[in-house]
């Protein structure tokens, strides 16, 4: 079945430096990414849309030039969270659907800002 | 009223028992639902997918959908302790690009006592 691989598992940073996520489909290409954070017992929120060769789409709230969203190809997003703090510490997954399939989500990243 | 109501639980049951999780939804447009499993620490994992109403049965779980009463269940025969984990339900009102527009529950953490 189709294969989500996000990387890093686990990362952590000082507060006011950047950090990138990787998100690949390892045995399709996704001409759709989406990014999704979770806090401590709350449901997945949808962050961004990420889109092959074009800009991604962002859900109200989220800053987008705090959360810049990359899809250079059809099997690679990522997300950089600029200038980190404190308050952006939270778990990140992506997730990519094949073609005629529901989604299928990475592992996640936990992202702890000091 | 939120768009999803999921008991977040926790809910522990012995082993080998039947476990019932279910969600409510307000939006009579939502025609796709599934269930997702998440570990501790990792991504979702897709569990059961389905269409509109009916029943759908896959091994020791089973996925039930009332849209007239816009309620969903999973079932969990024989559990089991490797079934130990959050159970997010998911649905959209569409199937296509806007994948990606999925409304989550908020889980229901299950935990299965050997």
């Known amino acids: 079945g189709a294969v989500v691989s996000q990387h890093p598992s686990r990362v952590i940073c000082k507060s006011g430096t950047s950090v990138k996520i990787e998100c690949r489909s390892l045995d399709f290409q996704a001409t759709t990414m989406f990014w999704y954070r979770q806090f401590p017992k709350q449901s997945l929120m949808l962050m961004a849309t990420s889109n092959e060769g074009s800009k991604a789409t962002y859900e109200q709230g989220v800053e987008k030039d705090k959360f810049l969203i990359n899809h250079a190809s059809l099997t690679l997003s990522t997300l950089t969270v600029t200038s980190a703090h404190p308050e952006d510490s939270s778990f990140y997954i992506c997730s990519a659907r094949e073609m005629g399939s529901p989604l299928h989500f990475g592992n996640g990243t936990r992202l702890t800002v000091t | 009223q939120k768009e999803v109501e999921q008991d977040p639980g926790p809910l522990s049951v012995p082993e080998g028992a039947i476990v019932s999780l279910n969600c409510t939804y307000s939006?009579?447009?939502?025609?796709?639902f599934m269930w997702y499993r998440q570990y501790s620490r990792k991504g979702p994992e897709l569990l059961m997918y389905?269409?509109?109403?009916g029943n759908k049965e896959d091994g020791r779980f089973t996925a039930q959908v009332d849209k007239s009463s816009k309620y969903i269940s999973l079932f969990i025969r024989d559990s089991q302790p490797s079934d130990s984990a959050t159970y997010l339900c998911?649905?959209?009102?569409?199937?296509?690009?806007?994948?990606?527009?999925?409304?989550f529950g908020k889980g229901t953490k299950l935990s299965v006592k050997p």
């Open positions: 998911a649905m959209s009102a569409h199937y296509g690009g806007s994948q990606g527009n999925l409304i």
């Open positions: 939006n009579s447009a939502f025609q796709y």
């Open positions: 389905t269409y509109s109403s």
